[in-house]
C-alpha cells in the first residue's frame, strides 16, 4: 500500500483511540461488537480450524483469536497489523498465549509467510488506495501463502455509500477474479446488508 494511504488509515484509527478509549470495536472502525462478530461468525463457518496455522491480515486486537479459540484449538496464530497500538494491546492480552500467537508489524499488503493453512482479512481490506490494482495483487499473494484456504470480506459497493477512506467493491467482479485462481470459490452474503466475504479452497472443506 502507498505510504500516504497507510498514513490515512494510520491516523483515522489513532484518532479514533482518542475518541473511543477502551472501546475496541469502535476503534477499529467496527458500528458495534456485534458487527464484527457477525463476521467473524461466516469466517469461523467457511473452514475446519481445528490444529490450523492461521494467518490473520489486519489482525487489529487479536479478537479473530479469541472468536476461534472458543471452539478450535488452533495450531499457531500470526496476527499482523501496521497499527502499534493495536500490537501492543494484544501481545499484553494474549501474554499467556504466547506459544500459539505471535504477531508482526507490517504493511499487510507487503507481508509473505509460508506454511500457513488458513488465510483470513477481515475488515482490513476496504481500505481506499491509490493502486488500481491493489485489490487484486493481495488476493493473488494470500492466495499464494495459503496451504487450505483464504477468507475475506468486502464492503458491498451497491450498498456502501462511497467514502474519501473505505472504498466498496463489486462482488460479482471480485468472485470471477478469484475463479480465475482457484476452482472452488465461494460468496457468501446474507449475514449483512453492506458486506460480503468469498471463501477460496484449496482442498475441499
Known sequence: MHLLDRLNVYLFHYNRLKKWSGNFSKIQGWS?????????????????????SVLDLGCGYAELYDYLSKNHQLAAYTGVDQQHQFLKAAKKRLANES???????????????????VVVASGSLNYQSRDPEYLTKIINRMYQMANETV??????????PKQTLLAGYNKKGTLF?????CPNVELIEDYANE???????????
Open 177 to 181: 477474479y478469484c475463479k480465475t485462481l
Open 99 to 117: 506459544k500459539v500467537c505471535h504477531f508482526v508489524r507490517r504493511d499487510i499488503s507487503q507481508f509473505s509467510m509460508k506454511n500457513v493453512d
Open 151 to 160: 477468507i475475506f470480506n468486502l464492503l458491498d459497493s451497491s450498498t456502501f
Open 195 to 205: 458486506d460480503f466475504t468469498i471463501v477460496m479452497r484449496k482442498q475441499a472443506k
Open 32 to 52: 458495534s461488537d456485534q458487527s464484527q462478530h457477525a463476521r467473524f461468525k461466516v469466517i469461523e463457518s467457511a473452514t475446519d480450524f481445528h490444529q490450523r
